[in-house]
T-cell receptor
Framework: GAVVSQHPSRVICKSGTSVKIECRSL??????MFWYRQFPKQSLMLMAT?????????EQGVEKDKFLINHASLTLSTLTVTSAHPEDSSFYIC????????????FGQGTRLTVV | QKEVEQNSGPLSVPEGAIASLNCTYS??????FFWYRQYSGKSPELIMS????GDKEDGRFTAQLNKASQYVSLLIRDSQPSDSATYLC?????????????FGKGTKLSVIP
């Protein structure tokens, strides 16, 4: 399958600081990437859909000013958690589709964010 | 609202047995269906995709699709302890101009040695 690389895998930050998470498609071009959040023992929740060269589309209840998404190239999307608080501690996962349409998505390794 | 429903489990099976995981979905026009495996603390890994009614086999895994009943299942033969994980059913839905995967809540499988 296609390879999606996410970095960092784990980060601890102080409350009030910002954290940037990178998601790269290594062997294909991804016009669309997705960002998910997963709290312990819960399912994946879609946060936003990131389209290359345009603004991200956020799901209801997700603050776009707090979770900044940039998809500047066909192989890189970034999620910045601004002014992080302990309740933002979660497992953040990106995914990308190989081609447009009704196809499977491949996931990055995930980023475990802990805000202290 | 697009929904994907799974039994949350946990589902416990003895080593060597067949594990059966079930999923129903709400949108009749869905054409693609995916099963992901997620180990604790890890991101999901695609293990099966199915697009047509009937069975699709890949090694010890068999996906079964019945579009009329809006039902998709995953069978794991000769279950191994390493199969212990949460299995997520996923269905793409069109949204914001892109196909987004909607996930079920997952079924936690435990294979007992």
């Amino acid at each position: 399958g296609a390879v999606v690389s996410q970095h960092p895998s784990r980060v601890i930050c102080k409350s009030g600081t910002s954290v940037k998470i990178e998601c790269r498609s290594l062997d294909f071009q991804a016009t669309t990437m997705f960002w998910y959040r997963q709290f312990p023992k819960q399912s994946l929740m879609l946060m936003a859909t990131s389209n290359e060269g345009s603004k991200a589309t956020y799901e209801q209840g997700v603050e776009k000013d707090k979770f900044l998404i940039n998809h500047a190239s066909l192989t890189l999307s970034t999620l910045t958690v601004t002014s992080a608080h302990p309740e933002d501690s979660s497992f953040y996962i990106c995914s990308a589709r190989v081609v447009q349409g009704n196809t499977e998505a491949f996931f990055g390794q995930g980023t475990r964010l802990t805000v202290v | 609202q697009k929904e994907v429903e799974q039994n949350s489990g946990p589902l416990s099976v003895p080593e060597g047995a067949i594990a059966s995981l079930n999923c129903t979905y709400s949108d009749r026009v869905s054409q693609s269906f995916f099963w992901y495996r997620q180990y604790s603390g890890k991101s999901p890994e695609l293990i099966m995709s199915i697009y047509s009614n009937g069975d699709k086999e890949d090694g010890r895994f068999t996906a079964q699709l019945n579009k009329a009943s809006q039902y998709v299942s995953l069978l794991i033969r000769d279950s191994q302890p390493s199969d212990s994980a949460t299995y997520l059913c996923a269905v793409p839905y069109s949204g914001a101009g892109s196909y987004q995967l909607t996930f079920g809540k997952g079924t936690k499988l435990s294979v007992i040695p």
